[in-house]
């Protein structure tokens, strides 16, 4: 298997010299099925996506592209089908495509995925002259006469053939800043015909590729630059730009963003995404040459994406793998139970009971919370941990817990992290106020005991915290 992959690998990188442009549209970010294959079925849900696109709308009547696919992850691999129209002209020069999609995933390792795509379908060029006009068909006294002859020897005509392509996608979950790197072949399997001649090729190799940053700047606003490049038969198409979403609730969103398309256009964006539907609008101010032959008006562009989310499985309790996290259970008062049960998850076993503390009672519970993927000790909170230090004074047998806790954004594993990261900066506050290192101990359950359910903003806000319990004798 390793070696198909190589093998592919060798094909899209030898194949660099011909490649392509035929995908253009600005929202290439919400029609990803369609400029890779290896997305399809990529967020595990069932989705249907459509764009519409109209440029130069007052040189004829413009050139628009019209797209619809459709894509769905069913095990280990993801299927798409894709129907694109390029019309261009009152000559209704066209070109179609069917296109059938399917990709596999590869995880890497717990924060690298790599998804590979394979593209095959038809390509249909179609030429309609029945609007051209010839010098030879007007008269000074009449004007265009569309029954005289035009001298010329062609007619309209369609031509199908086969068309073949690969891609794949690299993405990486780890860091704050997370990457999604996209490169595709396309064309490069076809026929040897052309609308005019039996000889020649209508599909000319295509060659894309796209850059995707994903950071969250806050639990409400997300950064999102981008890069798209792509090249065919020596037309070149370069997007820079970024877009930003500010998050209403978990399942509502407004989404804006600036670009520029290389010597052509400023690209602007708006979108909004309610449940599961997002809606977006782009408009291209035109800064090319063409401006005046356009009237200065650019190209609009609208897109649609519907996903069906499949039914969830119940995901089964979280193991942490790691000797010093300890999971606690306290009493809530002194006459609730004499024994504290602390319990050490190990390399997957079962928990086992460790040891007891006996005499021991919570005298207080404390509280402190935290900004969105942050573990610093915010300077509103330290009056609670300040207080808890003056009732430390009051106790000379006591033992510190304390318990760092997240919300559900993010890897699971990187959650435990970030709860103990918290949990530490908090014991760290307190050492260094003269509370005994030895008195204490941290604890992290990352996302796996959330005070509130992770269903809006402000109850997430709520998990992302530390608890603080204080045992006295």
Known sequence: ?????????????????????????????????????????????????????????????????????LDAQVKKFGYGMVFSSNDAGPTSLKTNNFLFNLSHELKLNTYNKLRFGYQFGLNQYSLTTSNYKFESQYDLENGYNATAASGENFTGSSVTDITGGVGFTWLNDRYAWKPKLSIGLYNFVHSRKSIFLNTGSNSMRLFSASLMVEKKLSDRLTFLPYAFYAYQNQAANLLLGSNFKYHLDTTKQLQFGLGMRNQDALLTYIGIELHNALIGFSYDINTSKLTKGTSSIGAY???????????????????????????????????????????????????????TIDNYWKYNHYYVYFDFDKSNVMPKYEYILNELIEDVKKFPEHKILIHGHTDSDGESLYNIYLGEARAKEVMKYLVDRGVSHSKIRTFTYGQTNPAEPNTTLDKKAKNRRVEIILLTK
């Open 1 to 69: 298997m390793k070696s198909v992959y190589t093998l592919l690998i060798v094909v899209l990188l030898s194949s660099y010299w011909s490649i392509g442009q035929q995908r253009n549209l600005t929202q290439f970010y919400n029609s990803s099925g369609f400029n890779n294959p290896a997305e399809s079925g990529a967020n595990h849900y069932i989705r249907f996506s459509a764009n519409y696109r109209k440029q130069w709308p007052t040189i004829a009547t413009g050139y628009q592209t019209s797209v619809f696919a």
């Open 301 to 355: 562009e609208l897109s649609a994406i519907f996903t069906i989310a499949p039914k969830k499985k119940v995901a089964p309790p979280i193991t942490i793998h790691r000797v010093d996290t300890i999971r606690i259970e306290v009493p809530r008062d002194k006459d609730n139970t004499d024994t504290v049960f602390m319990f050490k998850e190990d390399d997957g076993e079962s928990p086992i009971d460790i040891s």
